[in-house]
């Protein structure tokens, strides 16, 4: 049922380039192909980094932390129930202590009690005791009745976040956002902990004016925080720009010396990661499922008290607590996954394929709400347009909460604003990004809404149609497929969204293979044109039969496996031509 997809090398760079002649061919091309085009957009040092003085509302920010701080008022941290959320929370409430704040706690919303934000019911919980100073983290820019009443109970509202605002912006005493209109800061796309961890930069600033870092009290280095950056900014999949390249690759570093969260370490090695050896991908496929399976099954609240423990054991029982979610998460989601595909059979076997709706909306009244995301993403890949999940927002409940996901070409949450624009009753809240986004509805208004979304991404599309391609850097020489050569493309990582791995294509010998694990194809390929053998291996990519022919053409990346000390070059399939 997968879309057919169609291969095409990347187009070269059009702009003339400065990079440096001893540059690898291939390498260059690489590089041109995702428009670096100067040996500064290679620099990934941390002094590379924007300065946060662009960001809008910072200053503000910063001084009211500042003065908290000093005079001993509470602050609280709330925080959001993925990944982004949860390393922005454990990232403020770590900083703040590290810059001898007294008062400091945090609160991550339940999704199935009090949904997403800094909602009224959740600011209600807080009614008894409320704090001198709440701030918000990669949330907020849409709780324009949360920040109302916060400030009604007497709390000062920071909101610090990165989504796209709506026409309202909620009326907080400061708000940093690198997306609100205005703002100068030149990346916009910023993780919510990038935010956070930019706040917390200008804070430790505003108390060195104020002379606060007197002994016993030291300035802290927070780049000792960084690990904390590089998993929210890679779990959140923002485009890796060269701030967030930087901030990652920084990360990244502390991570691979052990320098780091002990919880980030035990969710590693649950994942079966060696930190030595850390890759971006490790973060996006080991670690951040492990982290956002308590926000989507139970409580986020587990996954920050494992980024916050120094204790080594008990970040172990807490990494533990969420590997155990994860494989009741991965249970799940194979459930609703497979209804889902049933859904999808029954659609297409009724149409021809031409004929499916520029965007799928699928329901189950059984479906867990935590995990639509997930499935929305699953299908998303099968037809290659965008695609929305819906799932009761509680038992018996008439509300439906949504979770979209989009492909190039296609900004999901501006055709939810369109939808929400011309009907203005439909949708009851949204909010998101190009490729992702949520929203809540009722029940009797979903299939309206079929209608209206359709009509919306037809209206963006204006007539081009959704292209299914593998991008590929073309073809390696038989004398390059070999670990150097895979060491060497390492060094210019992290790789990640609008930043892609590079990956190849080419035919080989199939010289031995294997099924492994049920579902995986191991290898043993030569490349037609050379004569040593490389190790191979497709996750989950098998063909409806094994070749059947001694040659093949693959799409693949180049990767290094590490085993009992040693290291090889071997190649990760993404397809099987």
């Not at 967030?244 to 649950?270: D, H, K, T, Y």
């Not at 909306?361 to 995301?373: A, N, T």
Request: charged share 25%; net charge negative; hydrophobic share 45%.
């Amino acid at each position: 049922m997968l879309a057919s997809r169609k291969v095409r090398q990347r187009p070269p760079g059009s702009v003339p380039d400065t990079l440096p002649d001893s540059l690898h061919p291939v390498i260059r091309r690489i590089l041109l192909a995702r428009n670096i085009t100067d040996e500064k957009s290679l620099d990934l040092k941390l002094g590379r980094l924007q300065p946060p003085a662009a960001l809008s509302g910072i200053s503000e920010a910063a001084q009211m932390l500042a003065d908290a701080v000093v005079t001993g008022q509470s602050i609280l941290i709330v925080g959001d129930f993925d990944a982004d959320g949860a390393t922005g929370t454990a990232l403020a409430m770590r900083a703040l202590h590290l810059m001898a704040a007294t008062r400091v706690d945090f609160r991550v919303p339940n999704r199935f009690e009090f949904g997403y934000g800094l909602s009224v019911g959740l600011v209600e919980t807080l009614a008894d005791d409320p704090p001198d100073v709440l701030v918000t983290v990669d949330s907020g820019i849409s709780s324009i009745e949360g920040v109302i009443r916060a400030r009604e109970l007497g709390c000062k509202v920071i909101v610090t976040d990165h989504h796209l605002p709506g026409e309202s912006l909620p009326d907080a005493e400061a708000i940093v956002n690198p997306n609100c209109p205005g703002d100068r800061f030149p990346s916009k796309n910023l993780a919510g902990v990038g935010v956070v961890f930019y706040l917390m930069s200008a804070l430790r600033s505003a108390l060195r004016e104020r002379n606060w870092f007197t002994l016993p009290r030291q300035e802290p280095n927070l780049a000792r925080l960084l690990d904390l950056v590089a998993l929210g900014t890679v779990a959140d999949l923002v485009a890796l720009d060269h701030n967030n390249r930087i901030l990652v690759r920084q990360g990244m570093e502390r991570i691979r010396q052990g320098l780091c969260s002990p919880g980030l370490l035990a969710l590693l090695r649950l994942g079966k990661r060696d930190f030595r050896h850390l890759v971006a991908s490790d973060l996006a496929f080991a670690v951040a499922p492990r982290l956002n399976a308590a926000g989507r099954m139970e409580d986020m609240g587990v996954g920050i008290r494992c980024l916050l423990t120094d204790d080594r054991d008990e970040a172990m029982a807490l990494a533990e607590e969420l590997d155990a979610l994860n494989h009741d998460r991965r249970g799940r989601q194979e459930q609703m996954q497979q209804q889902a595909l049933d859904q999808l059979k029954g659609l297409m076997d009724s149409l021809a394929e031409d004929e499916l709706p520029a965007g799928l909306c699928l329901f189950d009244h059984s479906w867990h709400q935590g995990i639509v995301g997930l499935v929305a993403s699953k299908i998303k890949d099968a037809v290659h347009r965008p695609v929305l999940a819906f799932a009761p927002e509680s038992e018996g409940s008439d509300l439906l909460k949504g979770s979209a996901r989009s492909v190039n070409g296609v900004h999901i949450r501006d055709v939810l604003a369109r939808v929400d624009a011309l009907h203005p009753r439909m949708i009851q809240a949204f909010g998101g990004h190009a490729m992702a986004a949520g929203l809540t509805l009722s029940r009797n208004q979903l299939e309206p809404f079929k209608a209206a979304l359709n009509e919306s991404i037809d209206f963006f599309l204006q007539g081009l149609t959704l292209s299914n391609e593998i991008l590929t850097d073309g073809e390696l020489e038989a004398t390059d497929i070999d670990l150097p050569f895979a060491e060497h493309l390492r060094e210019f990582g992290p790789w990640g969204q609008r930043f892609p791995e590079p990956l190849f294509e080419g035919r080989f010998v199939v010289e031995e293979s294997r099924v492994v694990g049920g579902s995986h194809l191991k290898m043993q390929l030569r490349p037609v044109d050379g004569r040593n053998r490389i190790d191979a291996i497709a996750f989950g990519r098998l063909p409806e039969h094994l070749p059947d022919s001694d040659t093949v053409r693959l799409v693949y990346k180049l990767d290094i496996n590490h085993f009992r000390g040693h290291k090889t070059c071997q190649l990760m399939v993404e397809q099987i031509l």
